[in-house]
């Protein structure tokens, strides 16, 4: 069974990235009066507190959201999300992508939401219980070939591993590939660790090849800590719904002007 939690991590400066391009994405298919669906492979337990023991541990909050936030406009998708979010949660809660997804969603949308780790799965099915989401303890992998093509056939999926299976690096060409040919007019997100020995560069080479017109936004960030390997985020997006290449370069700006 994979250790990884999320809620060491919850609100570092990648989960800023990967949350503003979300919620931003999020925003501009909802803008539309048409119902869509929501997936997400990898979902975690969907909502954090940035003052508990974990995030304390690590650093990486306080060196990613309680820094950054101020770096967006306060109308910014992401900031609206992050402030209802604490409106029924409280002030050191901090939304997963799950729950950024289940604030951005209308009636009639329908969202699939898959855990395989068996405490982060309660604690989702307990957190989204109220969203009416559809939560399923399964491999996210499997859930991605098995739910598609959903039903609203519009959408988005997240597919955003631990990447503690470092064969994810070879297979997730593949699956995206056919995730894509069932579902050609998904928008199939995907979020990757940028380390210091750089894994991703053939997973990303393939990728392009693949979908030549996919787009890729990157930022980069000083590892938190002595021996900690995260120098940057990276996405994948097929499909990228129109704007979003701009909206990744004002995030790649921001982030620039930001960097030590």
């Known amino acids: 069974m994979l250790s990884y939690q999320h809620a060491y991590h919850a609100g570092n400066l990648a989960d800023v990235h990967k949350h503003a391009l979300l919620a931003w994405a999020l925003d501009y298919l909802t803008a539309k009066d048409k119902p869509l669906s929501y997936i997400e492979t990898h979902a975690g337990r969907g909502l954090y507190d940035l003052a508990g023991p974990e995030a304390d541990k690590t650093g990486e909050a306080a060196a990613g959201i309680a820094r950054a936030e101020g ?15 604490r409106a029924m949660q409280g002030a050191s809660a901090y939304p997963g992508s799950p729950l950024i997804a289940a604030a951005s969603l209308r009636e009639g949308d329908v969202m699939h ?10 604690a989702l099915q307990a957190t989204m219980a109220p969203w009416g989401a559809h ?11 098995a739910l598609t093509p959903p039903t609203p056939r519009r959408g988005l999926m997240l597919i955003d591993p631990s990447w503690e299976v470092k064969s ?17 007019v998904g928008i199939i997100a995907l979020w990757y660790p940028i380390l210091l020995d750089v894994p991703h560069v053939p997973m990303l080479a393939a990728l392009e090849r693949e979908f030549p017109q996919g787009l890729r936004s990157e930022v980069r960030f000083p590892p938190i800590r002595a021996g900690h390997r995260m120098a940057g985020s990276g996405m994948f997006i097929v499909n990228p719904p129109f704007g979003m290449a701009e909206e990744a370069a004002r995030l790649l700006a921001v982030f620039e002007a930001h960097r030590r």
């Open 71 to 85: 770096w967006l406009p306060a109308d910014h998708p992401y900031r609206r999300r992050l402030a209802e979010v």
């Open 113 to 122: 939401l898959c855990e395989l780790h068996p405490q982060e799965f309660r």
């Open 135 to 145: 939560v399923r303890q399964e491999d996210g992998l499997t859930a991605a070939l």
């Open 168 to 184: 994810d690096y070879d297979r997730l060409p593949q699956i995206i590939a056919k995730v894509a040919k069932r579902w050609n």
